[in-house]
Every structure is written in C-alpha cells, then in structure tokens.
C-alpha cells in the first residue's frame, strides 16, 4: 500500500466525482441523475477512507464518517425513489424537463 | 512497480470507465449495470485500503441494496426496449468544459497541498469490526453514540416518509 502516494487516490476521486458531475448535468432522467448522485457520494467516500488511512492511522474517524454518509445515501435512494414513482403516477414520465407545473 | 501498485491501477482504471459508461450509456438498464460494477471497484478499493468492514458495508448497502431499489424503480417507471434521448449538443459540450476545467483545478491543488509530509503518526489502529462497534457505541469523548442515535432516527424518518410519499390515494379519498 505504501508505494502509491495519497495523491493518487485523490485524483482517481476526484475523477469520479467529475464523472459522477458530467451525469448529473447531462441526464434528464431522474433515475440516471440518482445514479449520478450515488458516483459522487462514493467519491466523496474514497476521500474519506484515504485520508483516515494515510494521514490518522492511529483514529478511526474517517471509517465513521464514511459509514454515515452510506446511510444517509441509502435513506436519500429511498426517499428519491418514493418520489420518482409519485412523479411517474402523476406525469406518466420521469423526465424532470416534463415535471413543470411549478415553473414561472 | 509493485503488485500492489499494479492492482491499485487496474481497480481505480476499472472504476472510472465503468462509471463514466454508467453516466454515458443510452440504455437504463445497462447504466444501472455499469453502475454495480463501478461500486463494486469502489469495495475492492477499501479492499486494497485494509478496510475490510467498509468494503463489507458497501457490498451490502450499495451493490446489495440501492442498486437494487434503482433497478426495481426502472422497471417500474420505464418502457422497456426504448432509447434515454440524447443530451442536447450545447449543454453536453458546456458540461464537459465545466467538468474538465474543474477536474484539473481539482489536481492542481492536489499537486501543490504537500499532505501531511513530515508528520510522524502513532502506531495505525486495528480497523477491526470490535474495535469499531466499541468506538461507534461508547460514550466517552470519541465515542459516536450520539450521531448513531441521529441516524437511527433519520432511517426511521426516511422509511415513513418513503411511505407516505409513494402511498396510492384513492380518488375522493380526502
């Protein structure tokens, strides 16, 4: 583990937040922005996991950190769920351009 | 270069193709495959990190239970067989500029943040699930009894909510 500077893996999640960015601002679909979101949480997890490796072996905090954020993730899935389906009874489309009652 | 290295290249490769394929490809239900391989890559990551109950949680949760739901929802939602349109040409172009020009302010920084070089770390901590469990519920000044307790709230709120939201009215039903 010791011969790939932290650096490295900040960049391999930095990539994927990026990915996970370009997703979020090209999809139209509420199920594929979602997915979106999970690249960019996962990212974000990465960082997490390597800083606590790297710089504070002797803590635990960063694994806490990350556990939180998996079930806030999970809660987040749920309820994005729950609402893409109401959104599809209501609008008979997922595609968040058709859901624009509310637009001025 | 060590194996080590050599399997920390492949898995971070394998990461970032499967994922941009889950945000680039047409169909919803190979996004949603490439979006299982991707986070699998991310459990072997903590594999290779020495964080086995990580990489344990995040098969569980991830790949065992969202991509799941994901996959339930787009059956649910979509017509089968049918093509995502493609993103319009303008916005797809400003979003790969944007993203680009992020990425490598991103990685700049990294290269200029010389992290914690010269520090001298304590002797690593064992990542045990024991030892994690007895941090996660102690009450002392490190413990996270507290945020736990949070959570375990929240997972509640969520679950009520979920139903609440996605419950089916029936019409003239006040």
């Known amino acids: ?104 | 270069m060590s194996a080590s290295a050599v399997i920390f290249y492949i898995l971070s490769f394998f990461i970032l193709a499967t994922g941009l394929l889950a945000v680039t490809s047409r169909k919803i239900f190979r996004s949603a495959i490439w979006l299982l391989f991707s986070l699998t890559g991310i459990a072997g990551l903590y594999f290779w990190l020495q964080m086995e109950f990580i990489a344990a949680v995040q098969i569980v949760v991830y790949v065992g239970g969202i991509v799941v739901l994901i996959i339930f929802s787009i059956f649910l939602t979509q017509q089968t067989g049918k093509d995502l349109p493609a993103p319009v040409r303008v916005r797809s172009i400003f979003s790969v500029l944007a993203v680009c020009a992020g990425f490598v302010l991103t990685c700049l920084m990294v290269r200029q943040y010389a992290f914690g070089v010269g520090r001298t770390v304590g002797a690593g901590v064992d990542a045990s699930v024991g030892n994690i469990g007895a941090q996660m519920l102690s009450t002392t000044e490190h413990g996270y009894v507290l945020p736990f307790e949070a959570i375990s709230i929240l997972l509640l709120a969520a679950m009520v909510g979920c139903i609440v939201i996605a419950i089916k009215t029936k019409p003239g039903d006040k």
């Open chain 1, 1 to 104: 583990m010791s011969p790939i500077p932290l650096s490295h893996i900040l960049v391999v999640s930095a990539a994927l937040f990026f990915i996970g960015m370009y997703g979020l601002l090209t999809r139209r679909n509420m199920i594929t922005m979602l997915m979106a979101v999970e690249l960019i949480l996962n990212s974000v997890n990465i960082n997490f996991v390597a800083f606590n490796k790297y710089l504070y072996p002797d803590k635990l905090e960063g694994v806490f950190f990350t556990l939180f954020i998996i079930a806030i993730a999970a809660a987040e899935a749920a309820v994005a769920i729950a609402i893409i389906i109401n959104l599809y009874r209501n609008f008979h489309s997922i595609d968040v351009e058709d859901a624009d009652e509310m637009k001025f």
